[in-house]
Structure formats: structure tokens, C-alpha cells
């Protein structure tokens, strides 16, 4: 398909392991960005990529959250030594930088911090 | 503290009546408004947007109206259709391509 996938769609881990979230972006899609969903809420902006630049990273919690996207395509989002209030979705996004402010969202990862 | 807020957290309408979808915001700086739809297990899915040079936009049964002097947005549904049944997102901009901050949705159900 063409749109934004995430990898993988679930995931359960333990409480202090660490955890890496896929996201492929739509081909030629400039932009890259992150989210955090809580249950009832809307996606709440974790950080963003233009090309392989990170350009805004101060929704990250803590500093136990990273992500990098270093060929300007495929990027991770890296939680490591994770705590149960990590439990949510981690939602990608992409957009064209020649188009307008719309993101393309993607399905999402279920993290679940056991 | 929220910066766009959905007041409403759902909204049940008659098939073929108008669906309107509310929204708020505080941040003056915001120039681009957006509505996302989501279904069950999906990712949001783009609906319309509008920047704020303008204060409507329409696309076939979905219009966007901003009204900048009271910082607040609504979505209008007509006729609506049991399959615009979902969660409704505002969310906003400052600039087109920076983060989005979102709104915490509302539910909508149209009855057959």
C-alpha cells in the first residue's frame, strides 16, 4: 500500500526493558512526525523530522525517549528502560513539505508496559 | 493547559440531518485548522482544512467555518450518513508542516 505503516502493531513488553517503533513514511514524504495517543484523548506531538533533521523534539517526556530518521525515510522511536505509564499508542505521521499543513497518520503501535 | 478543546465529547444525529462539530482554541498564533476523522483500530484520517486568511471551506458534504474573533471552529456534516459514524479531531497548527496539537475528539453516531 501507500500509505504510512508502523511496525509493529503491537507490542508487549515488561517493565525496564527497552523498545523500538517502526514507521515508514509515504514515499517521497518529507516530513516525518511522532505522536503519543492516550485512551479518550487526541494524539499529543512528540517530535519531528525534516529530511533526516530533527527539528523539534520538545514533546519527548523524558530522556528516555529518542528517535532518529537518519536516511530521511524509515525512522524508530527508541523508549528505553520503559515504565508502565508508557502504555499507549505511538502514532507516525507524514507529510509532503510541497502541500499543505494535512498529515497522513498511520495505524499505530500498541505499546503495552506490563 | 489544552490549547484546543472539543467541548462536546459526542454527538448523536438522524441519518440525512446536519451533523455540527464545535471546537476551541487559545492560541492566537494558530493559523491552520484541521478535522481528522477516526475510525475503530485506524489512524486518524485527514477530513478538510482551513487557514486562517480564509473563514470557510467546503468539500462536497463537509464544511470547515472559522470564526478568528472568538478563537473557534466548527465541522458541519450534511446531509449525514450512518458511515460518518466515528471520532471527530480538531487540531491546529502554527504554520503549515509544524506539530499539530490536537483536540480530545467527539464521538459521533448517526442512527439510521
Known amino acids: 500500500g501507500a500509505g504510512v505503516s508502523q511496525s509493529p502493531r503491537y507490542k508487549v513488553t515488561k517493565r525496564g526493558q527497552d523498545v523500538a517503533l517502526r514507521c515508514d513514511p509515504i514515499?517521497?514524504?518529507?516530513?516525518l512526525y511522532w505522536y503519543r495517543q492516550a485512551l479518550g484523548q487526541g494524539p499529543e506531538f512528540l517530535t519531528y523530522?525534516?529530511?533526516?533533521?530533527?527539528?523539534?523534539k520538545s514533546g519527548l517526556p523524558n530522556d528516555r525517549f529518542s528517535a532518529e530518521r537518519p536516511e530521511g525515510s524509515i525512522s524508530t522511536l527508541t523508549i528505553q528502560r520503559t515504565e508502565q505509564r508508557d502504555s499507549a499508542m505511538y502514532r507516525c505521521?507524514?507529510?509532503?513539505?510541497?502541500?499543505?499543513?494535512?498529515?497522513?497518520f498511520g495505524p499505530g503501535t500498541r505499546l503495552t508496559v506490563l | 493547559d489544552q490549547q484546543v478543546k472539543q467541548n462536546s465529547p459526542s454527538l448523536s444525529v438522524q441519518e440525512g440531518r446536519i451533523s455540527i462539530l464545535n471546537c476551541d482554541y487559545t492560541?492566537?498564533?494558530?493559523?491552520?485548522f484541521l478535522w481528522y476523522k477516526k475510525y475503530p483500530a485506524e489512524g486518524p484520517t485527514f477530513l478538510i482544512s482551513?487557514?486562517?486568511?480564509?473563514d470557510k471551506n467546503e468539500d462536497g458534504r463537509f464544511t470547515v467555518f472559522l470564526n478568528k474573533s472568538a478563537k473557534h471552529l466548527s465541522l458541519h456534516i450534511v446531509p449525514s450518513q450512518p458511515g460518518d459514524s466515528a471520532v471527530y479531531f480538531c487540531?491546529?497548527?502554527?504554520?503549515?508542516?509544524?506539530?499539530?496539537?490536537f483536540g480530545g475528539g467527539t464521538r459521533v453516531l448517526v442512527k439510521p
Open positions: 482551513i487557514s486562517s486568511i480564509k
Open positions: 505521521a507524514s507529510s509532503s513539505i510541497a502541500g499543505g499543513p494535512e498529515q497522513f
Open positions: 492560541n492566537s498564533m494558530f493559523d491552520y
Open positions: 487540531a491546529a497548527s502554527v504554520g503549515a508542516g509544524n506539530k499539530l496539537t
Open positions: 514515499s517521497g514524504h518529507v516530513s
Open positions: 523530522f525534516n529530511y533526516e533533521a530533527q527539528q523539534d
